[in-house]
């Protein structure tokens, strides 16, 4: 664990030395482009001012186009599953806004970060279409953010397990006369049998913040040992905002 | 007086003669910081995007000014483009490189601004690797010590950037 340490003004002989600083932006950033997201790029953000910027700069994010033509630019993919698949853990995704990206059962086993690129959720849709159980499937640590998703039948999110953060998102469950199927976020994930004292360990857990969700049967289902808590709801002139947990209850 | 210096065949010690006596095409590139002149063989100059769109656009006549490279990293690129269009077998490339990248940090930084521009994507991907590598694994402390970065984040920026961050952590 690193130890915090408060900002010392340091004497000028030091700046003085510091020649990799004197690298323009996009040298840096094009060596940042070679470290892992986790735990390196990160490191390099509690730098100084000026790395912390450059390695959570949007230009070392995937990005996901449907209209793009050049399949060998680097960084950039046709669809979702594509840049789930070729992103290291800990990278973040920008998909683009503007139309709707295809997500059916794309399941997500390492820590991703996926955003959506328009000023509003619902710039950014992704859709999963009938037949398919999810859109999303999660098997790690991941945060969503300022994205649409909607289920026809299915569920659009299903959590197995890790910490999934939802926030500012619109979770739709498109209305159907068997929408009593769907749901907007399934959670499977259970916390192992132990004493009480250590059930705070179980870090799995779902956690939304200011989301809409609209249709379904209920927004969440559980079917493991993780319950719904601190739920908030706030009425909007047109919608409704969701605030809550879903983890181990607390005894 | 101008400083010639030949990359090529040592033998030769005029301009005409290497015009003349070889059908290979020469090209002489200029550093306008410390007015050096080397003259390459253009297959070596080409591995340099830039120099390339020149030679193809035409415009690569006479001597090509080389602004913001200095004239110690100009003969350092010069002898990597040149063993690298020389050679194909990958492990004595990789040797070389080894043995070529065994440069101070600023040394390295200079040859990394300059392979940034000249576009020499080789260059600039090897020395990267190497820059990275002494970030690897690396905290942010040892980082700023190694590197001799001053520490400007207060602690609660620092805590911000943990907070920003911490879905990737399991806790």
């Known amino acids: 664990m690193e130890t915090r340490k408060k900002s010392k003004r340091l004497s000028k002989s030091w700046s003085d030395n510091s020649q990799i600083n004197k690298l323009d932006d996009g040298c840096l950033m094009h060596i940042f482009s070679f470290l892992l997201p986790i735990p390196d790029r990160y490191n390099t953000a509690l730098v100084c001012h000026r790395w912390m910027f450059l390695a959570c700069h949007p230009r ?20 979702v599953e594509a840049a789930v698949s070729a992103a290291r853990p800990g990278d973040t995704i920008l998909i683009g806004a503007g139309g709707s990206h295809i997500a059916s059962n794309i399941q997500i086993k390492k820590p991703l970060c996926l955003i959506g690129g328009g000023d509003v959720p619902e710039e950014t849709t992704l859709i999963c279409s009938r037949g398919s159980e999810s859109a999303l499937e999660f098997l790690s640590t991941c945060k969503l953010a300022n994205l649409t998703v909607k289920a026809e039948l299915g569920c659009c999110l299903l959590h197995r397990s890790g910490k999934l953060i939802i926030d500012c998102c619109f979770l739709q469950c498109e209305s159907d006369p068997l929408d009593y199927l769907s749901y907007a976020i399934i959670s499977t994930s259970s916390c192992p049998k132990v004493a009480p004292s250590l059930l705070k360990c179980c870090g799995d857990g779902v956690s939304v913040s200011q989301t809409r969700i609209e249709g379904g049967a209920k927004a969440v289902l559980t079917s493991g040992s993780l319950a719904l808590q601190r739920v908030r709801v706030i009425y909007a002139q047109t919608s409704i905002f969701f605030w809550f947990d879903v983890e181990h209850r607390e005894q | ?32 910081e410390d007015n050096e002149e080397f003259v390459v063989e253009e297959s070596v100059a080409i591995m340099s995007n830039v120099i390339k769109n020149m030679v193809e656009d035409g415009c690569a006549s006479s001597v090509i000014p080389v602004p913001r490279v200095k004239g110690n990293a100009m003969g350092k690129i010069i002898e990597f ?87 990737t952590r399991q806790e």
């Open chain 2, 1 to 32: 007086m101008k400083k010639l210096k030949f990359i090529g065949n040592p033998l030769l010690q005029s301009r005409e003669k290497i015009n003349m006596s070889s059908d290979k095409k020469w090209l002489t590139l200029k550093t306008t």
């Open chain 1, 60 to 79: 070392l994010w995937l990005r996901v186009d449907r209209m793009v033509k050049d399949l060998s630019q680097p960084g950039v993919f046709p669809t």
């Open chain 2, 81 to 167: 483009c040149k063993k690298h269009t020389e050679e194909s077998d990958e492990k004595v490339l990789k040797e070389f490189d080894a043995e070529f990248l065994n440069l101070g940090p600023d040394a390295l930084y200079d040859l990394m601004v300059s392979a940034n521009f000249l576009e020499i994507k080789v260059l600039l991907d090897s020395v990267t690797t190497k820059v990275a590598d002494m970030i690897k694994g690396k905290s942010s402390e040892e980082i700023r010590n190694i590197l001799k970065i001053e520490n400007d984040l207060s602690a609660e920026e620092i805590e911000e950037s943990r907070r920003e961050n911490c879905w």
